[in-house]
């Protein structure tokens, strides 16, 4: 199973915007499905949002919907997670991880040490 880094989080105001990235350096992640989780102080991971492999299948959860945006590039060997119109409900650890698309299901229960996203003002 994939190895996976994730960065960008940080502090935002609601209405804020941040890009997460979610990389790895053995692995070529073209040719793996990706998705983005979070969990909430006192709650239980959840899933946000999917990728296939092709880039041509997305899944998001409701809540966020029109609001966020998961996208790749293959170049870079990176998947991205661009937020927008951030609310205070969106604050958590975000892991990725190999998932089940659309469904957003984790392949494996093992995770990183994902990146903090902080919605506050």
């Known amino acids: 199973q994939l190895q996976l880094v994730e960065s960008g989080g940080g502090m935002v105001q609601p209405g804020g915007s941040l890009r997460l990235s979610c990389s790895t350096s053995?692995?070529?992640?073209?040719?793996?499905?990706i998705g983005w989780f979070r969990q909430a102080p006192g709650k239980e991971r959840e899933g946000v949002s999917c990728l296939l492999s092709t880039g041509k299948t997305t899944g998001y959860a409701d809540s966020v919907k029109g609001r966020f945006t998961i996208s790749k590039d293959n170049a870079k060997n990176t998947v991205y997670l661009e937020m927008n119109d951030l609310k205070p409900e969106d604050t958590g650890v975000y892991y990725c991880?190999?998932?089940?698309?659309?469904?957003?299901?984790?392949?494996?229960?093992?995770w990183g040490l994902g990146t903090q996203v902080t919605v506050s003002s």
């Open positions: 991880a190999e998932v089940w698309c659309p469904q957003i299901e984790p392949q494996y229960d093992s």
């Open positions: 053995k692995w070529s992640l073209e040719y793996y499905t």
